[in-house]
């Protein structure tokens, strides 16, 4: 496991930015894994700039995303399908058809999860994987619990999420309670996986990932430190409670 520590956020964003650039101008038709949340919204704001102004294609990429809301459409603002249209999708040349999100509006979400994880190996797997970390440890929807979930599928957010995300809701009972996440094992065929952590929000969970490195199923990303191709990429503040 590599660690980067970036001064502020504007750099983590950038370096994660051209972590996926490398990817992408050596493998023109990567799939990328991709996340949602406020981390990750600097580093698509950086691949627009360089969609922009240096030629930077994404028209050969797939995506595959971590999660979705269950109930919640393309239509509605709080879906990740909105959030992913909105802030990188519509801005940058990839084929919508191309881009892949759990169907939270799905009759059976189970069988659905099963599909998906099927789309992601007929597509040849998830060459880099972009994640962000719960300040419960999290990592998509797979929420600190006895077992974990290796596919994607169904599952209930903790109590701890549900008041991280009602920031982006007019009111907390609006926030959806389940949701499809991608499973532990989805996440670690990815060949290569960044993790974003950045603010003191998050400095209490780096600390417990980085100071004493353990596997536990209460912490689902220290799972992610059995993978042999994992950076984090922490800011100066969400590194601060790291023993120095
Ligand atoms: P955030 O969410 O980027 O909005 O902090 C991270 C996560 O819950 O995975």
């Known amino acids: 496991?590599?660690?980067?520590?970036?001064?502020?956020?504007?750099?983590?964003?950038?370096?994660?930015?051209?972590?996926?650039?490398?990817?992408?101008?050596?493998?023109?038709?990567?799939?990328?894994?991709?996340?949602?949340?406020?981390?990750?919204?600097?580093?698509?704001?950086?691949?627009?700039?360089?969609?922009?102004?240096?030629?930077?294609?994404?028209?050969?990429?797939?995506?595959?995303?971590?999660?979705?809301?269950?109930?919640?459409?393309?239509?509605?603002?709080?879906?990740?399908?909105?959030?992913?249209?909105?802030?990188?999708?519509?801005?940058?040349?990839?084929?919508?058809?191309?881009?892949?999100?759990?169907?939270?509006?799905?009759?059976?979400p189970i069988e659905?999860?099963?599909?998906?994880?099927?789309?992601?190996?007929?597509?040849?797997?998830?060459?880099?994987q972009i994640l962000g970390i719960g300040s419960n440890g999290h990592i998509a929807f797979n929420e600190p619990a006895k077992s974990l979930s290796l596919g994607t599928t169904l599952v209930r957010l903790a109590k701890a999420t549900i008041q991280d995300n009602a920031r982006f809701f007019d009111n907390i009972k609006d926030v959806p309670t389940e949701a499809i996440t991608m499973g532990i094992g989805s996440i670690m065929r990815a060949r290569k996986?960044?993790?974003?952590?950045?603010?003191?929000?998050?400095?209490?969970i780096i600390g417990k990932l980085l100071n004493s490195p353990s596997i536990t199923t209460n912490i689902p990303a220290s799972l992610l430190l059995l993978h042999p191709n994992v950076t984090i990429i922490c800011d100066k503040d969400a590194y601060s409670r790291v023993n120095k």
């Open 112 to 128: 659905a999860g099963m599909e998906y994880d099927r789309t992601i190996l007929e597509n040849g797997g998830i060459d880099l």
């Open 193 to 204: 996986i960044i993790l974003l952590a950045s603010g003191k929000n998050k400095a209490d």
């Open 1 to 108: 496991m590599k660690v980067i520590i970036k001064e502020n956020y504007d750099e983590l964003s950038k370096e994660a930015a051209k972590m996926v650039e490398k990817q992408l101008r050596g493998k023109k038709n990567s799939v990328l894994g991709l996340a949602t949340g406020a981390t990750p919204l600097g580093t698509y704001k950086e691949l627009v700039r360089l969609f922009k102004d240096e030629d930077l294609s994404f028209k050969d990429v797939s995506s595959f995303n971590l999660d979705e809301y269950i109930g919640l459409d393309e239509n509605n603002e709080n879906s990740y399908r909105y959030f992913m249209s909105e802030n990188l999708f519509k801005l940058i040349d990839i084929k919508k058809e191309n881009t892949y999100v759990p169907n939270g509006m799905a009759n059976n």
